[in-house]
Structures are given as structure tokens and as C-alpha cells.
């Protein structure tokens, strides 16, 4: 065998190593003209190739059969030894080659062709022109050429070869057939050739024809969805102008992508089935390559055109949403503008309270009716926002529709505030003029009552005292003079009516008439008390000491106060927070909010006091501001006290840090004694401002103002009390606040159900405990913890709005109860029958007692009367949100719980709402009925305002007080009236129904 490759064709023989330039033009003419040759087949090949139309070549057998491969991985082609070869017309020759090469897979074609020549019984001639006839009309690469003929000896006529096409492949002389399996394995050679391969031609004319017919069928299927991906890709979505037309070319795309999808899947499956046939046919390598190839073809193929139309597909969705949320956006500007001029057109010409109350009503059936609008809007900027987050193309265009909205909704909630801000200012005006009649028609009232009796005979005191009484109450009315009006209302003043303009002069005018006639009453009493012997000039100047000296403690013990609280933080607190790790950390929890009360004392009531001097009126006023301040921050205080017992117990007062800042300080008593000093201020207050309330007769100017201030410590000394006892519960709303004193508790399951209609809801048992305060039902979640025990607050129920029943038919351990007016019924079931009823029992006073003073104090409930853990407030604009606020703005207006909705949005004058029994004689009205107690025990009056008790007596309650404390009335005995402690008394149950259901 002799082998030459391109890189030593030039060295093969000596002759052909210098060769002239004569020579050297030939060969690349020669070159030339091939390269033209194959240029031109390339063009020929364009035109496909079918086996009908070569079937009678293939039977000749001019040319082998393709279905085999060198072992160098090259295809297979074999010219055998046809004497009648040079017969063969060039035409039939190059179709015939077209198609062995189309039928091979264009991925085995990218090596290169291995070609044998068989030539073993022709000359050295004939190789040559069988060479040089096919190699230049050969339709693909070749690689490689086996010459299968016997070389002649001493004669080297292989050099032409060489010359002519060695550059581009590979020839390999062959002498004898054995050697061919050096390079092709046997089952690929016919039997002439040394091979073991049967070369069937009928079989193969049968299998080669299904395999060109799912070759055809793969072809035209792999066209159409190319063509289907060219129209999606030339598609410009953006162009379209709505939403349907978007939706019409996705629908007809879909079903296009569906079609093709059923045609590649029902090939993709004859593809399977006629792999498997090839192998029982016997069809050889190529043909099982070739469809194995096609189906591996069609699932790549699939791949790319499903992932192409899923992100087209995207875009129509995306598309549509964008198109849905223009459509809407549109829609919603289009309501948001007709909203304005809804809300524009309410009226604000009125001309009385009853007015006003009908146009807020108004309000507030517009506000509930466009708050859907509101939530509209909400959900469609949240939309927005997403597609946004989803589909970044869209930010450009939504991103001002989104701010748009937001505009949209606060313009309309402007819109919406500023009505209701005039009409309450409305209200206010109107509020005044009512209170301006009722204090001249009680002024005037008074005057003639007591000018028709006989001066001489009067009480004088009193009568100064019901007249400063009088004058305090005029000073609470917001209109007390032109100026007031016009600086109070001068934002309303374009739009207020020219009847009201002179209903607010006439009431102004009466006003300063009657004041002027009250002014001049007092003055003439005053100068008959000065006349009256029952002054006692010795015994005024005795209180005025007295009340010196109390004044000058007030302050001095407050400076104490204050000094002692500095010495406390800077001495023990300061130090110890330096001091080593486990001391500093207790440090917060030993001292509380202490440093707050220093702030409060140091920065504002010790000033104040300091500046009020001798002024009792003012001490008074300085802590009736203060009232709810102090109760603030001392509550927070002593709410901490037991956990700076323990944590002084942890470290211990004989520490020795703690012993020497108590040295240093030149403290007699321990750390724990002045931390129990902020809770003795507070009753020393309580004394401070009763003894000095006490060196001020009933009559003179200060008694009424000391003793409101009185009554703000003691509310601030029980609010103090009640966070004491109060058990930590974690998550309660500060919106249930004040919760009143802890009752009672006990543990129970509880099982919520809905009786609405013919339905009945009902949740899983759960066990709760549940928490009676003086004002709410709490129910919590016990949890176990490091410290103890505490809770989870999980819901709760206004005591006002609730029923009870503790008789259940066979259920002894069970009580229900439920919200007046609502279907939910809240089964509490107990450990015990005797857990039970002291329970109801308990509950069933508090009940009575909330009832009772909603009877005589009507209210308008601004919060839910079931309240749980999972309530929040929201930005939207909702009905409840705006009556709440509604109710804010308009001070006192009340929803009467007997005669439907009133009017009644000033301060009333009634006297069975003042402070005094005196105050009563201010005006007459008919007397309403008042709910009946029994004396219990005897009761001593300490001052002018209280009542004297006797064991057995009835008394009918007028109204009820802060601190346990009623305003009571004998029965029988009309004009005796006064304040007295409500556990004097026990109600008179017949006159009132059960609360447990008949």
C-alpha cells in the first residue's frame, strides 16, 4: 500500500520534487477548472433530488449503496469495477451522487466523504479516468480516496495524482482487498470487498423510501413553524389601540401554535414507530442515523419554537393587562371627576344646627356611597405597581397613572374635609348661639325668681355663689362678644347668610344685656353681704393664714420633691449604670420612668407653682391641667414597681455600690424607701388641696375651682390604683382604653356561632381567659412563660352593647353572651357550675351598672364594639373611619339611644348635669324619672356638697360622678340633693327587667 498526504505530495517522487513553470500553470488550471466544476454541481444541487427519480441508477449499481463509515468516522461511498462505467452519461453520474449525498445527515457530512475506486482488473488508465470524472463533479467534501488496482512496478504514475488534487484529501493506494479493513471495519464492505455486508437493493429502495418520506414530512413541518416564527417576530403589538384586537391576534396565534403543535407531536411519533421498523426491516447504519438525526432535529426544533411563542405569548398578556388597566384608569378618572362635581354641589347655605346636622348626615352618605370609588382606585394602583414590578416596559407609561391616582384620591379627601370643616364650623356658630339663649334665658330665669322674693329673707352667700356660678358658665361660650365672632369665624364669614349675620348681632346684644344685669345683681348682693353680721372678719383672717402657710408647703415640699428625685438619678441611677454589666442592666428596671417625673416636676409643675404665688385659684387650675399628665406618667411608674422590687432584691441594698452611693448621699433610709416617694406625692396633693379648698368658704371666689382640682388628683390617684391591679396583657389596642377596674376572671372554652338567618356558623372550641374590667370583656390567650404567666390579647367586647344568658337547658357550666343587634353568640363553657355563676353573677352587675349610666349620659360609641387582634387602621377612605372623625370634629353631637338622632350637639345647662345641689335652683324643668336605690348604712357629709345618709332611706340617682362617687336626690325631699358614695347604696331591682334571655 502506498499513502500520500497533502502535506507530501510534492515528496512522494524525486522526479516531481523540481518542477517548471510551465508545469506549475497547468496545475492550477487544472485547480481551476475543478473548483468552476464543483461550483457549478453546488449550484445543481439546489434542485432536490427525489428516488424516483434515480431508482433505475440505483438498480445498475453504478454507484454502492451509502450505509457505512471509515473508521476515521467518514460516510461510505463505493464505485465498484462496472466495465461499462465510462457508458454512464455525466448528467445521470452527477444525479445520482446528489442524491447518496442528501442522503446521508448533513452532520456526517461536515468531516468529509471517504470514496473507494475499485478498479483491481483495469489499468493505470483507466483508474486515472475514473478519477478524474468523478472527483470534480463530486457534490460534497471529500476527505478521503481509497485507489483499489495493482500498482505496476518501477512505474510512477502516481505523480499526476498528486499534482492535480492532493492538496484538498487524502489517497491511499491499495493492492489487495485485505488491506481496506485497516480502515473500514468489515460489516460495511460488500462480500467482494472483503466485508460481511449483504447489499440488498429492493430493501433498500423500501426502507429508504418511508425514510424520505418522513424526511419530507419533517421538512415541510420544520418550514411552517419557521414561518409562524417570522410572523411573530415581524409582529408590533404596540401599534394596536385596544385590548380586543390584542386578544384576536393572540387567540388566532394560539391556534396556529396549537395546530403545529399536534402535527410535530403526531411526527414526532411516526418518527418512533419508523425507527422501530427500520430495526426489524433491515435497513442499515445511515437510514436508522438519518431518522434518529430528523426526530433529534424536530425535538430541538420544538424547543426553540415553544420558547419563541411563550414569549410572544407573554406579550399578549402583558398587552392586555396594560390595555386593562388604561380602560380602567380612564373609566376611574372619568367617575373621580364626576365625584368632584357631586361633592361640589352639596349645599352650605344653612341657617340653623338642625341644618347642618341634615347636610352632614349628606356627608357622610356621599363619603360611604364613593368610598367604593376610594377602594377602586387603591387596588388599581396596586395593579399597577405590579405590572410594573413584572413587565419593566411598562414603568414609562404607568408610573404617572399611578401618581395620578394617588392625586385623584387625596384631591377628593380634600375636597371631602373641607366641607365638613365648614359645615363643623357651622355647628360651632350655631353650637354658640344656643348656648348664648340658654345661659341669657337661665340668667334672666334667675334674676326674676329672685327679685320677686324678698332679699332680707335669701341666703346671700348663695346667691353670690350661684351668680359667679353664672358668670363662669358664660365664659365657656365661644361667642362672648363681636370680636370673638370675627376672629373666631372669619374663614366662613363670605358664606354665612345675612339672616344668621343678624341672628348672631341680636344674640350678641341680649348677651351683653344680661350680663350687664347679672354684673349689677352681684355687685348689689356683694354690698348686702358686707352688710351682714354674719361674716366674721377674724375668723377670714385666720383662713388666709392658714391658707398662707398650706401654700408655702405646696411649694416647699415640691422643691423637696424635686431635690430628692435629682439626688435619687444622679446618685444611685448615674452610678450604678457605670458600675459593672449586671448592676447596669437593672438599673432600668429599678427606676422606671423616674427620670420623666423629674423632667415633668422639675420642667413644669414646679414653675408653674412657683409663679401662681398666693394664688389659690390658679394652684387649683395649674393641677386640673396637669390632671391627665400625672396620671400618665405615674401610672407608666407604678405599673413598674414590681419589677423594681424584684430587681432591688436581685441585687440586693446591701450591695456594696448601693451602700456607698446611700453614703455618699447621706441617706438614713434604703434605695426602696425613695423609690416609693413619687407615689406618696400624689396623697400628699390630695391633703395639700383639701385643706386648702377647706379655708375657702362655699361662697367665695376659688372653693368651686379647688375643688375640681380635688376631684383630678383623686381620679389620678384611682387611675394609678387600677394600674396596679392591672394584669399585663400583650397586643391590647389602645384604643380600648380606659378599661375601668379589674372585676374578675376565670378561664373558659369558648366557642364563637352565627345564628344569621337559617345558617348556622360555628368555630373550633378554644380555650380563653377572659378578663372582666369595669368597661370591656377581655379574652387572651395564656402563655406560659420565663417570668410567669402572661397574656395574649386576642379579642374583646364593649360592656355597653352586651346581653347575657346564664341559664343554658342542660348545659349547667354554660353562659352566652352576645352584642345587642348582632348574630354572633360567644358560648363560654366553665370548669365548675360554681365558676360559672360567680362569673355571670359578676358580669351581670357590671352590665347593669354601664346600662344604667348610658340611661342618664347618652353617648355616641366611636369604637367597635367588638374589637381583636387582627383590627388595624387603614388609609382608605371608609365609612366608619369618617363618622369616627366626624365625631371628633363635632365635640358633643350624641346619638340618642331612645328617640332616634337629636340635635343636641352643644353643652347643656341642664342642672341635673351640674356639680352642686345649688346649681339646681339655677332653672326649673320637669323633672325627669330617676332610677331608685336603697340606703345601706349611715353616711356623714365632710362638705356643703355632700348629702347626709340614713340606713333604710331611698334615694333616686341623678347622675353619676368620677371615683364612685352619685349625684343623689331624697325621695320626697326634692330639694335635697348632694354627691355621695355609690357603695352607700344598693339598687332597687323590681322596677328593672332581667338581662338573661326568657
Known sequence: MFHL????????????????????????????????????????????????????????????????????GHPLLIFPDKNKFSHLHDSDLNLLLQYYVSVVPRAEQSPGFALIIDRRKESWQEIQKVFSRVIPIFPGKIKEVFLLYKYPDGKPVLGQLVEDYLMDFDIFHVSQVTELLHYVEAKYLPFNLGGSNPADVDTWLVVQENVDSFTVSATKCARRMATFVKILNKEDISTLE??????????????????????LESLTESGVCLNKKLLVNGANVMQRLAVEML???????????????????????????????????????????????????????????????????????????????????????????????????????????????????????????????????????????????????????????????????????????????????????????????????????????AKTLFMVDD??????????????????????????????????????????????????????????????LTGYRDRMELSDMKIANKADQIFGNLDEIFEFHSQNL???????????????????????????????????????????????????????????????LPLSSYLLKPMQRLTKYQLLLKDLSDTFMSTTNGHFELDESVEA??????????????????????????????????????????????????????????????????????????GGVCYQFKFSLAIVNLG????????????????????????????TRKAKEDFAAELRKVIIKQKERTVHRPIRISQSVVYNEQMSTTSGVSSESLRSRRSNFSHTRSLDLDNGRESSRSHSLDPHHDRSSSEADLMESPRPTFPQYRVLADYTALTARELNLHEGEVVELVKIGCAGWWYIRLTGYHSAEGWAPSTYMEKIPARYRTLDRQ
Open 242 to 263: 385596544d385590548r380586543e384586537s390584542v386578544r384576536e391576534i393572540a387567540e388566532r396565534n394560539r391556534g396556529c401554535y396549537r395546530k403545529l403543535r399536534t402535527e
Open 5 to 72: 498526504s497533502p502535506k507530501v505530495s510534492y515528496l512522494s517522487t524525486p522526479e516531481h520534487r523540481h518542477l517548471s513553470d510551465s508545469k506549475q500553470q497547468t496545475i492550477s488550471n487544472t485547480r481551476t477548472d475543478r473548483s468552476s466544476s464543483r461550483s457549478s454541481s453546488s449550484q445543481e444541487q439546489q434542485a432536490q433530488v427525489h428516488l424516483q427519480d434515480c431508482e433505475n441508477l440505483l438498480r445498475d449499481e453504478w454507484v454502492g449503496l451509502p450505509g457505512g463509515f471509515t473508521k476515521s
Open 507 to 568: 344674640h350678641i346684644q341680649r348677651m351683653e344685656e344680661v350680663k350687664n344685669k347679672v354684673i349689677a345683681r352681684r355687685e348689689n348682693v356683694r354690698e348686702k353681704a358686707n352688710e351682714e353680721e354674719s361674716i366674721d372678719e377674724s375668723s377670714s383672717v385666720d383662713l388666709a393664714a392658714r391658707r398662707e402657710n398650706i401654700l408655702e408647703e405646696l411649694l416647699t415640699t415640691e422643691m423637696n420633691y424635686v431635690e430628692d428625685l435629682q439626688m435619687v
Open 713 to 786: 388628683i383623686v381620679d389620678v390617684i384611682k387611675a394609678v390604683n387600677d394600674s396596679l391591679h392591672q394584669i399585663n396583657i400583650k397586643g391590647l389596642p389602645e384604643v380600648l382604653h380606659p378599661l375601668g377596674s379589674l372585676v374578675c376572671q376565670e378561664s373558659f372554652s369558648v366557642v364563637t356561632e352565627n345564628k344569621a338567618g337559617s345558617h348556622i356558623f360555628r368555630n373550633r372550641q378554644q380555650r380563653r381567659h377572659v378578663l372582666l374590667y369595669e368597661n370591656q370583656l377581655i379574652f387572651c390567650k395564656q402563655i406560659t412563660e420565663k
Open 804 to 831: 347575657m344568658s346564664s341559664i343554658i337547658k342542660g348545659e349547667d357550666k354554660k353562659m352566652e353572651i352576645w352584642i345587642i343587634g348582632q348574630s354572633d353568640v360567644y358560648s363560654l363553657d366553665a370548669k
Open 295 to 497: 426526530c433529534n432535529q424536530l425535538d430541538n426544533t420544538w424547543e426553540y419554537f415553544t420558547a419563541t411563542f411563550k414569549m410572544q405569548d407573554h406579550l399578549y398578556v402583558q398587552y392586555v393587562e396594560l390595555y386593562q388597566f388604561n380602560n380602567q384608569f380612564g373609566e376611574l378618572a372619568r367617575k373621580f371627576s364626576e365625584n368632584e362635581k357631586v361633592i361640589k354641589k352639596l349645599s352650605l347655605s344653612v341657617s340653623s344646627i338642625d341644618e347642618v346636622n341634615h347636610e352632614l348626615d349628606q356627608l357622610d352618605s356621599v363619603i360611604e356611597a364613593l368610598s367604593l370609588d376610594a377602594l377602586k382606585a387603591k387596588k388599581l394602583s396596586k395593579f399597577g405597581k405590579d405590572l410594573m414590578q413584572h413587565h419593566s416596559f411598562t414603568r414609562d407609561t404607568l408610573e404617572p397613572k399611578c401618581a395620578e391616582i394617588k392625586v385623584m384620591c387625596k384631591r377628593q379627601e380634600m375636597l371631602f374635609l373641607e366641607k365638613r370643616r365648614i359645615l363643623l364650623k357651622f355647628m360651632d356658630l350655631f353650637e354658640a348661639l344656643e348656648n348664648m339663649n340658654k345661659w341669657c334665658d337661665t340668667a334672666e330665669h334667675h334674676l326674676a325668681k329672685k327679685s320677686s322674693k324678698n332679699i332680707d329673707e335669701q341666703d346671700v352667700l348663695s346667691q353670690i355663689r350661684q351668680i359667679d356660678y353664672l358668670m363662669s358658665k358664660s365664659r365657656d361660650i365661644k361667642i362672648r362678644g363681636r370680636i370673638d365672632f370675627e376672629e373666631d369665624f372669619d374663614d366662613i364669614k363670605d358664606i354665612i347668610s
Open 606 to 668: 414646679l414653675p408653674q407653682i412657683e409663679s401662681c404665688g398666693l394664688n389659690s385659684q390658679l394652684i387649683a387650675r395649674t393641677f386640673t391641667e396637669y390632671g391627665q399628665q400625672l396620671a400618665r406618667i405615674y401610672c407608666r411608674y407604678c405599673q413598674n414597681m414590681e419589677q423594681a422590687q424584684a430587681a432591688v432584691s436581685e441585687v440586693g441594698e446591701n450591695h456594696p455600690i448601693i451602700l456607698g452611693c446611700q453614703k455618699e448621699l447621706g441617706h438614713q
